[in-house]
């Protein structure tokens, strides 16, 4: 199964080219252009991953959706994307797990997706194996496995992670190398 990521982004243009992007290179993508929308999608759906805009249709709607994202029980990675990034005082975005800044050469892109996958997911087995008590593995095991989408469950996908894992040195090479997304994103915010 595809690891899924919620796009979320007000300008249409950025949201169809960072859609086919993503699912040219294999991941489910799902959309939404609203913070309103996003945080629906995210109460009904799951997602290994949620990507949002940061000012949308106003300025606190991007950490509107950082918040739903956090509060989910499955606990998604989230990443903010903006064409201005945040000085370090500023409120918004502090919860985000990476703040990917526009224009973006799409192999990096890609190569932060990954790791950042990767990352979220080693964070959230550590986090799970700190609270496991004493012989209770199996049990807390199997209560883990519940909780995750069916996706990063199976062997194929852990497989799939490692892989990555071992691919983002090459990967981050390869992307000093390739062109940025279309000229639109220039513009954007």
């Not at 252009?33 to 009904?44: D, F, V």
């Not at 990476?98 to 990096?108: A, R, S």
Request: hydrophobic share 40%.
């Amino acid at each position: 199964m595809k690891r899924r990521i919620l796009l979320v982004d007000d300008e249409v243009a950025i949201l169809l080219t960072l859609q086919a992007v993503l699912e040219i290179n294999g991941f489910e993508v799902e959309t939404a252009a609203s913070a309103r929308e996003a945080k629906l999608k995210i109460r009904n759906n799951q997602y290994h991953m949620v990507i949002t805009d940061m000012r949308m249709e106003s300025q606190s709607a991007g950490n509107d959706v950082v918040v739903a994202a956090r509060k989910s029980p499955y606990r998604p990675a989230v990443a903010l994307l903006t064409a201005f990034p945040l000085a370090d005082s500023d409120e918004g975005g502090q919860d985000a797990d990476e703040v990917l800044v526009k224009p973006m050469n799409t192999n990096d892109l890609l190569v932060q997706i990954e790791a950042l996958l990767v990352t979220h997911e080693d964070k959230k087995r550590r986090e799970a194996s700190a609270l496991q008590p004493a012989g209770g593995e199996a049990k807390a095991s199997s209560a883990k496995r519940a909780g995750r989408p069916k996706a990063l469950n199976s062997k194929k996908s852990l497989a799939a992670e490692s892989s990555a894992r071992k691919d983002v040195p090459a990967a981050r090479k390869a992307s000093k190398r390739a062109a940025p997304i279309g000229g639109k994103l220039a513009g954007a915010h």
